[in-house]
């Protein structure tokens, strides 16, 4: 199986070197290294010359010549990708050294699957190692809920297009075989290249779960895509309670700002799902999770009434004319 890396990256310097000698460092070694540089402003072209002149027949190198952003860059890396499995890799992390035999092992035991995300581990920008939380806690994503339902898949889906996304680009792996790689993926405000990906995996029941941390994922304040640092286990109850679609199910909402947070998710995904339904190229049906979301729209903003009638007026009139 010929793996490849779709590796992109903008002024990462920093941490590039740590994080490209990861991936030499594997046990099971990558084919290609597909490394798409958006315009960086500081000596990130030096560094990725550095390692071409070294592993000449591994390292392709491409320099946009604009910035377009992270959703735009990683699909040219994907695109530009020949192997049958594509790792994702941002700047800033670094792998494991037996991530890719483990990912290759997984594939070859679930040959039906097409994508798989990993947890990983938490670092900060001093190179210090959360002991207490994990990469999936950071995204406020309810593993334990998800995987104790009784259809696993169903309920991931779900979650992925009603809830929050539960994806890091960076500890995904896909095959590249998949029709909606080769469509242009869409520029959707708060929709991040990562979602859109398992969007479409989840959708099709092919996208797994591996449990295994794989990844040091560094959470620094000048990262494009981050994680939560604070109040994580809220965050997870609240994503739980979103989930469900019942506001007093775990006795996480005490608060008006805990019904803020719940719709705005929903708001927010609400706005996404309205845009991707425009698109004429998708490879999906997205009307079931629009009728999910305005459904759990009016529930939680009747249960707002019901528990803060005034803070919910006061709201709805911002929204109306400020918002």
């Known amino acids: ?7 992109i990256v903008y002024n990462g310097s920093q941490y590039l070197r740590t994080q490209l000698d990861s991936i030499l460092a594997q046990t ?18 030096e560094i990725l010359e550095e390692y071409k002149n070294k592993h000449p027949n591994l390292f392709f190198i491409y320099y946009n010549t604009k910035n377009i952003g992270p959703t735009k860059n990683i699909e040219k890396a994907i695109q530009a990708c020949t192997g049958e499995l594509i790792l994702l890799a941002d700047q800033d992390d670094y792998w ?6 483990t990912i290759i092992k997984w594939f070859e035991q679930n040959p039906t699957m097409n994508g798989v995300f990993t947890n990983g581990t938490i670092i900060n920008s001093k190179w210090e190692l959360d002991n207490k939380y994990s990469l999936w ?38 095959r590249n075989n ?6 242009p993926f869409p520029t959707i405000k708060h929709l991040v290249h990562d979602r859109w990906l398992a969007i479409n995996l989840a959708e099709t029941n092919s996208l797994g779960i591996l449990e295994d941390k794989l990844i040091h994922y560094r959470i620094h304040t000048n990262q494009a895509i981050g994680g939560m640092t604070e109040n ?7 994503n739980e309670n979103l989930l469900e679609g019942i506001p007093n199910i775990n006795n996480s909402i005490t608060s008006f700002k805990d019904l803020r947070y719940v719709l705005k998710k929903i708001e927010t995904n609400l706005q996404i799902q309205n845009e991707i339904s425009k698109i004429e190229t998708k490879c999906i ?7 999910i979301l305005k459904n759990k729209h009016t529930i939680y903003l009747e249960y707002g009434y019901s528990k803060w009638p005034l803070l919910s007026g006061l709201r ?6 400020i918002d």
Do not use: R
């Open 316 to 321: 709805k009139f911002k929204k109306l004319f």
């Open 178 to 183: 998949l029709p909606f790689l080769k469509q």
């Open 28 to 45: 099971h070694k990558v084919d290609e290294i597909i490394v798409f540089d958006d315009a960086s402003l500081d000596n990130t072209k």
């Open 96 to 101: 494991e050294a037996h991530k890719l035999e």
């Open 137 to 174: 806690d950071a995204m406020s994503f309810p593993y334990k809920t998800v995987k104790s339902k009784t259809e696993l898949n169903s309920n991931l889906k779900l979650y992925i297009n009603t809830v929050e996304n539960a994806v890091t680009g960076a500890a995904l792996a896909i």
């Open 1 to 7: 199986m010929k793996i490849s890396v779709a590796f």
């Open 285 to 291: 049906d997205n009307t079931d999770y629009l009728d």
């Open 232 to 238: 994580i286990e809220k965050y997870i109850e609240l």
